[in-house]
């Protein structure tokens, strides 16, 4: 079995790198149901693989797009998208010489959001003694799981600290110490690392093992934004956005203020208050909608004689004329009914143009089920329920619905 030496990491020597060149050690064609990549071993490589809870590098090898990097012990593996040469040979070879370009807006962004994650977790173990149990940094995504909660004081201040460590401009160091001297030397770890440890020094604020690329300086960071808080028993996720990604989520924030001061007529700091306003204003008319709902069906059952069997009405639905109801106001209804009236009660919301929904009734013995399957034997209709009472809708005239009614309590009646 081949032995396949370990990958030289030429991220750990220029995080700022974008090209490289490399010899082939291996080239695998992985074949999938639906789609196959190549699966390639360099001498050496750029790009980082996913690894320490951040996603791997994006780019190209030989101008195929890298879809994938992955760490397998000490070697680490590409998945390459590509098809065979133009004279039918595979794209890539053991001893074959490469040129990779990694995608460097994709790769800083990483770097930024990595390095701002260093910087909270090492305010909040320095502070309040947590340890960072948990992180993600995908293309959207990035968070932190501390083992202890954080207040919205302790936010804040870990927010406005953070960003002032970005405002000194420290430069960020990343190297392999001696056995000798990491002996001497307090730093953070998630887990126990079995070989050489890499360590990233944020001088006053972090020292941590950490195997990814990091800026050279915090002001390369630009922004820190804690965008989100989850607070659980065992401590606190915070979703944290960095630089470039910090910069375009303002931006469509204050897009979105600046939307709502429009609509709401009020300055963007004023907001809260004018949407407020609104929800007030809302409220007011949602109980005089109920107050009309309420006088219409009282004034429906009404115009109903006392002595009427099996009841049945038609009015507007609520998105049709001032004098229509909604499902609750169309419920209470044909409960009144069907402690007025007996047999059949329901009400058929809506209008002969969109069709109409509907509630059933029934009373004594009568089963409303028995009324339904006779409207969606006529009428097409759609709904169901218990045998008080069924609900649907019916895309038909009040003419068609008022004539398979009929035809129904005829049809029950002889049953």
């Not at 053991?94 to 990779?100: K, T």
């Not at 009472?389 to 129904?408: D, F, N, Y």
Request: proline share 4%.
């Amino acid at each position: 079995m081949l032995t396949i030496p370990e990958t030289d990491k030429l991220f750990d020597i220029d995080a700022y790198a974008t090209d490289f060149t490399a010899s082939v050690l291996s080239a695998e064609l992985i074949e999938k149901k639906k789609s196959s990549h190549w699966e390639i071993v360099l001498d050496r490589t750029l790009f980082f693989p996913e690894e320490g809870g951040q996603t791997p590098d994006t780019g190209t090898i030989d101008g195929c797009p890298v879809i994938d990097v992955q760490l397998d012990g000490n070697v680490i593996r590409h998945s390459v998208k590509a098809g065979k040469t133009e004279d039918g040979q595979p794209p890539f070879k053991a001893g074959q010489n490469v040129r990779g370009q990694v995608d460097f807006a994709h790769r800083f962004s990483n770097m930024q959001n990595h390095s701002g994650e260093h910087i909270l977790s090492g305010l909040v173990h320095n502070r309040f003694g947590y340890d960072n149990v948990g992180f993600h940094l995908s293309d959207n995504t990035v968070t932190l799981d501390f083992n202890g909660p954080l207040t919205d004081g302790d936010i804040l201040w870990l927010e406005q600290t953070a960003n002032r460590v970005v405002w000194d401009n420290r430069e960020i160091r990343g190297w392999y110490p001696e056995p000798e001297e990491l002996q001497a030397i307090e730093y953070r770890s998630k887990k126990e690392i079995d070989g050489p440890l890499r360590l990233v020094e944020i001088p006053g604020v972090d020292m941590c093992a950490c195997c990814a690329p990091h800026v050279r300086k915090t002001g390369e960071i630009g922004l820190i934004k804690v965008i989100r808080t989850l607070r659980e028993r065992s401590g606190i996720r915070l979703t944290i956005l960095c630089g470039s990604r910090a910069l375009a989520y303002m931006q469509t924030l204050q897009k979105a203020a600046e939307d709502v001061s429009h609509l709401t007529n009020m300055p963007r700091e004023e907001i809260a208050a004018g949407t407020s306003r609104i929800l007030d204003e809302n409220e007011r008319l949602r109980q005089r909608e109920a107050a009309l709902e309420s006088a219409v069906t009282d004034a429906l059952a009404a115009s109903v004689p006392a002595d009427q069997q099996d009841v049945f009405l038609f009015t507007e639905g609520a998105d049709g004329s001032s004098a229509g109801i909604g499902n609750v106001a169309q419920r209470r209804l044909v409960n009144t009914l069907c402690e007025r009236h007996p047999g059949y009660c329901g009400v058929f919301a809506g209008n002969d143009e969109t069709g109409y929904r509907y509630i059933i009734g029934a009373t004594g013995t009568d089963d409303a089920r028995a009324l339904n399957a006779c409207l969606k034997k006529y009428c097409g209709a759609r709904g169901g329920g218990k045998p008080a009472m069924v609900q649907g809708s019916v895309q038909s005239t009040q003419e068609e619905i008022e004539t398979a009614l009929r035809k129904s309590l005829y049809e029950i009646s002889e049953s």
